[in-house]
């Protein structure tokens, strides 16, 4: 009897350990935290999370390190936008872009892209669908982590992009220069872009097919995109909605390159974000989580990989939707969101984009942009997009008929827009960053 009793009082002794250490382990973990953060954003980040957080249905373990929550759509994060309280949700455009512009394609241009992509260019997906899916009814959703949070420069400044423009730029909107709309002439600071651009009508949409790679993005704070993007307003406080690909650590908390979205009504200053970090995105695919990670990556000399892109208005409710790969709708802004894309966009850009502090200054950044490689259309190992196309009043999707190029800084980040002798004019853009011309 005696053993007995003291083979349960050292069971017990055990469980009262196990405990006892666990209860160690978080104090320990909070500590840390406390003292590596402040306690007013620790609770900005707790508070934030609560917010974003939604109740999974199901919950898919990437073998990326990512879990991906399958949230009711109806439950998901765009709802907690003051705008979007009484918002219904749409379901799917009200027509096909797809089959639109299908039909206007002429029989030449449909045999000449079945031959094309079929021997040159492949399509990612992304790694997390290897492991499950989310049921209808529900959208794939990126669960944020506290730490990427308390990382950030400021939690209310988590998932935007970094401001664009000093209190100099900002300060003249109320003089001279009021009238003054959108300009890509002007260098955003700490930005570097190298880019294609339209403007000068009404725009209903934007598309093209951006190869996918993995460039060398140098500081956490740091970023390098590749999108298609629909701008409108004033420079210092424009709105614009984009697409496409980003290495972004300071959101994602890695280096590994992960399909996009982006907002913004005015400039990035306070309003919109990336994916579904902030109320705003209204989701409605259950096969695409915007955030994840994308596979396979472009290799240079290697199998070239792509994203296929398309940001269109929807004519009877004027809902900007994000199309992807040619066949899924993934879900669209409301305009409630905008004030002058509300009506239709100004331009439309295409091409890169690198944030750094050390934009601009000498050193400069080695953060890459497209591949990191300086536009070459020979060999076609740096970025480009193809198959460019733009939507005005008509439903028809076809090349813009007048485009330019703009670099920023054309040592570290180049462009190349390649026309003659093509059916289809391709654009080549970007760079490493630091280098012997860009020192």
């Known amino acids: 009897m005696a053993k007995r009793s003291s083979s349960g009082d050292l069971i017990k002794l ?33 508070r934030k999370l609560n917010q974003l957080r939604k109740p999974a249905v199901k919950s898919i373990q990437s073998e990326d390190g990512d879990i991906i929550d399958c949230i009711d759509m109806y439950k998901q994060p765009a709802f907690d936008h003051p705008a979007l309280k009484n918002h219904s949700i749409q379901m799917a455009p009200s027509y096909d872009p797809t089959k639109e512009a299908k039909s206007a394609m002429t029989k030449f241009e449909r045999l000449m892209k079945k031959r094309n992509y079929a021997q040159s260019s492949r399509m990612v997906t992304q790694p997390w669908k290897k492991n499950g899916s989310c049921p209808e009814g ?20 988590y998932g935007r992009k970094k401001h664009s423009f000093s209190g100099l ?14 300009d890509l002439g002007l260098q955003q600071a700490n930005h ?84 579904l970090t902030c109320p705003g995105f209204v989701q ?24 296929i892109v398309y940001i269109f208005k929807d004519p009877e409710t004027n809902n900007w939707w994000v199309q992807y790969g040619e066949k899924i709708n993934i879900g669209y802004w409301p305009p409630e969101l905008f004030g002058a894309l509300s009506v239709h966009a100004q331009g439309v850009e295409w091409g890169g984009e690198v944030y750094s502090a050390r934009v601009g200054t000498s050193p400069h950044t080695k953060t890459g942009m497209g591949s990191g490689q300086f536009p070459d259309y020979v060999s076609g190992t740096s970025g480009v997009i193809k198959r460019m196309r733009i939507q005005d009043n008509s439903a028809t999707l076809k090349f813009p008929e007048w485009v330019e190029t703009n670099s ?9 827009y390649v026309s003659d002798y093509l059916e289809d004019p391709e654009f080549y853009y970007g760079g490493p960053g630091h280098n012997d011309m860009c020192p």
């Open 14 to 46: 055990i469980g009262m350990l196990i405990i006892l250490g666990v209860t160690l382990i978080g104090c320990c973990g909070l500590l840390v935290e406390s003292i590596m953060f402040s306690e007013q954003k620790v609770l900005e980040a707790e």
């Open 138 to 157: 529900t959208i794939p959703v990126r669960r944020i982590r506290k730490k990427d949070l308390l990382n950030a420069s400021s939690v209310e400044a």
């Open 169 to 182: 730029h900002e300060s003249q909107s109320s003089t001279s220069d009021n009238n003054k709309t959108w």
């Open 192 to 275: 570097s872009k190298a880019i294609l651009f339209a403007e000068g009508y009404r725009y209903e949409g934007g598309k093209g097919d951006i190869k996918v790679w993995t460039p060398n993005v140098e500081f956490d704070d740091d970023y390098s995109t590749s999108q298609v993007c629909l701008v409108s307003g004033p420079y210092w406080d424009f709105e614009s909605v984009e697409s496409g690909w980003a290495v972004n650590p300071s959101v994602y908390g890695d280096r590994q390159t992960r399909f996009m979205v982006y907002w913004t009504v005015d400039a990035s200053k306070k309003a919109g974000c990336f994916d």
């Open 284 to 307: 409605t695919s259950h096969e695409i989580a915007l955030g994840a990670a994308i596979y396979p990556i472009s290799v240079r000399y290697g199998l070239p990989y792509e994203i």
């Open 408 to 416: 920023d800084e054309y040592n570290c980040y180049d462009v190349q």
